[in-house]
């Protein structure tokens, strides 16, 4: 089903604006971009003056290139690779675009030297799935899009065994360019299992709010969603059982917060690839993008 709402701009426009931008901040030139009157610029989760931050620093992009347009409220997101001096690093990046002009922009660059994280190792390569068109009879509606996106929320959030979404059954999930499921090769031993395995059996019940969920680009023709929302964990569970009576404990006793993008493919109502990147932040940090 297509949305019915005339739309702002081609898919190719668009991926123009973002390619634009993209050129601009590799050449380390913001004066390069069409900015709209009125911007706002955020960069792991901070407004920030444009030309600070990643302009800065910024050694050059990957070869990694997924994106994806809303053609209808005139957003466009990007996730891909940022070489800075020390580290090769994951990057999302969504741009509001106004008449062919920039006035939005929320980046997250996942510098592990600065947050303690380790994920490796990162494989960032193209996922055929994500780029796929759908056709008109399975395009969902994007209110019934957010809607399933929104039950994999609310199936993390005090995950105690209990679905509010559906997985496919080759479901897979990527974090910071490492997948998370069915890779008995990471860290954790819960990554072995299945999306639905992990969420069956309650291995996230640490996992307290997923708080300010967002959802402010929905590509139809694709069925995917992209998200912001933050993971707070209070740090006051500690040992705990799985729904099959394994013992656990959780992994983070102190108070914390997760700030994410989340990319969702959804085809037969189903949840089929998953995209995120995350940083840690201050314990239940705003978003500047809940501001009016």
């Given at each position: 089903m297509r949305n019915a709402l005339p739309p702002q701009h081609t898919r190719e426009q668009l991926y123009e604006v973002l390619d634009e931008y993209l050129a601009a901040l590799v050449a380390r030139d913001h004066t390069r971009v069409r900015w709209a009157p009125f911007v706002r610029n955020t960069e792991n989760n901070v407004e920030l003056m444009i030309g600070d931050g990643l302009w800065g620093t910024i050694a050059g992009l990957g070869s990694y290139d997924l994106r994806f347009a809303d053609v209808t409220t005139g957003q466009v997101g990007y996730f891909g690779v940022v070489d800075e001096t020390h580290e090769h690093c994951?990057?999302?990046?969504?741009?509001?675009?106004?008449?062919?002009?920039?006035?939005?922009?929320?980046?997250?660059?996942?510098r592990q030297l600065d947050a303690g994280?380790?994920?490796?190792?990162?494989?960032?390569?193209?996922?055929?799935?994500?780029?796929?068109?759908?056709?008109?009879?399975?395009?969902?509606?994007?209110?019934?899009?957010?809607?399933?996106?929104?039950?994999?929320?609310?199936?993390?959030?005090?995950?105690?065994?209990?679905?509010?979404?559906?997985?496919?059954?080759?479901?897979?999930?990527?974090?910071?360019?490492?997948?998370?499921?069915?890779?008995?090769?990471?860290?954790?031993?819960?990554?072995?299992?299945?999306c639905e395995q992990q969420f069956l059996l309650g291995n996230f019940r640490y996992d307290d709010r997923l708080r300010g969920r967002r959802y402010p680009l929905v590509d139809v023709e694709r069925g995917l969603v992209l998200a912001g929302v933050f993971i707070d964990h209070s740090g006051r569970l500690g040992d705990y059982e799985l729904t099959d009576g394994t013992k656990a404990t959780a992994p983070i006793r102190r108070p914390h917060t997760f700030y994410m993008l989340e990319l969702f493919k959804i085809k037969n109502q189903m949840l089929e690839q998953i995209e995120a990147n995350f940083i840690t932040v201050p314990y239940h940090m705003p978003s500047p993008w809940d501001k009016p």
């Open positions: 994951a990057f999302s990046l969504r741009l509001g675009v106004v008449n062919g002009a920039i006035a939005e922009v929320e980046t997250l660059v996942v994280l380790k994920f490796e190792p990162q494989v960032f390569e193209h996922k055929p799935v994500l780029n796929e068109m759908l056709p008109p009879e399975q395009q969902l509606p994007r209110e019934r899009l957010i809607s399933i996106a929104d039950g994999y929320f609310d199936t993390l959030q005090l995950n105690d065994g209990q679905l509010f979404t559906r997985f496919h059954p080759d479901c897979k999930r990527v974090e910071n360019g490492v997948q998370t499921n069915s890779n008995p090769d990471f860290i954790t031993p819960v990554a072995a299992l299945s």
